[in-house]
């Protein structure tokens, strides 16, 4: 299994940009593929988690702002962040692991498989 992300650049502040996840080896609408990130000196934080039958669950500091979606076609998670400010900048990886599970979405620990990771630099 491997999640490629991609996407990540430099914006400036109040930009948009879109993040991609492309999974191999499992088929994203049976999972739950979810977005984290890790700014410089920071700990890795819960961004959003997309699954099937239910809403998509954001973190308080990105809804309204950010938007998860799914391409079961193309086997591939979105990001897509808009009015972005300089507190967004940071690595985002992209995580998948079982539906099955009970533990929170929010929870990195509970997740399988990792991508690498794309960085995202927002300048005020």
């Known amino acids: 299994v491997q999640l490629q992300a991609s996407g990540g650049g430099e914006v400036q502040a109040g930009a948009s940009q879109r993040l991609s996840c492309q999974v191999y080896g499992r088929a994203v609408s049976n999972y739950v593929v979810a977005w984290f990130r890790q700014a410089p000196g920071k700990e890795r934080e819960f961004v959003v988690a997309?699954?099937?039958?239910?809403?998509?669950y954001y973190a308080n500091s990105v809804k309204g702002r950010f938007t998860i979606s799914r391409d079961n076609g193309k086997n591939t998670v979105y990001l897509q962040m808009s009015r972005l400010n300089p507190e967004d900048t940071a690595v985002y990886s992209c995580?998948?692991?079982?539906?099955?599970?009970?533990?929170?979405?929010?929870?990195?620990?509970?997740?399988?498989?990792w991508g690498q990771g794309t960085k995202v630099t927002v300048s005020s």
């Open positions: 997309i699954w099937s039958g239910e809403d998509p």
């Open positions: 995580a998948l692991r079982s539906s099955q599970s009970s533990l929170p979405v929010t929870l990195a620990s509970s997740y399988t498989y």
